[in-house]
């Protein structure tokens, strides 16, 4: 996590001082689910919903390229049901997120553009609850992160992008795809739970540079 914070900040900052600079919030509704496994028996799963906010910024790389690195704070989750008896387990955790995203600028009109963006997301979770419900009784527990044990304290994913961006606001539509297993237990109980997540944005540009 250190090493992807430090990289991606040493790229902005280099390329920031060069070129056209934009910074933009965005924020908007997050549909999650996960890719979940037990012992090697795919699961039925469900979406959650959740939302997201993040303060990015823009920098010309090279012609049409950009750097489009955010930080930002979502939740994310996913119900888990038994095929056998219908016994549930709900997720629902909070994430710091740090995306280091290269953007293409496509011309749409006057000042328009399609933008489409991809890249690599580093979570930190911060808190988070399960919910279990057998044979109708359902419990409720905060879940435990660690790097060693129960849930991970980070996950990593691919991120993919498409949005349209006016003079001062964009709307966007963005895929998030978990690549790390969340559960630190998988030797012990078998399961691996990687996260799914479809976002819907809106952003503006707050400011300008060069």
Known sequence: MKIFLTAALSAFLFFAANAQT????RGGFNYSTARAYYNDVKQSVDFVPGGHIALQVKTV???LLHFSPYVGYSNRGFIIRSKANGDQTRNFIHYIDMAALLSFDLAAGNKN???????????MAISGKEKTTIAGVSTTSKMKFST???YGLFDFGAQASIGYHFKKIFVEAAY??????????AERDKRNIQNR???LNIGY???SYK
């Open 22 to 25: 934009h910074i933009m919030v």
């Open 61 to 63: 790389f090279e012609g």
């Open 113 to 123: 553009h399609f933008v489409i963006a991809a890249g690599p997301v580093a979570s």
């Open 148 to 150: 060693t044990a129960n």
């Open 176 to 185: 998030q795809y978990g690549l790390a297993n969340i559960n630190n237990n």
């Open 197 to 199: 997540t479809l976002s």
């Open 205 to 207: 540009y707050i400011r």
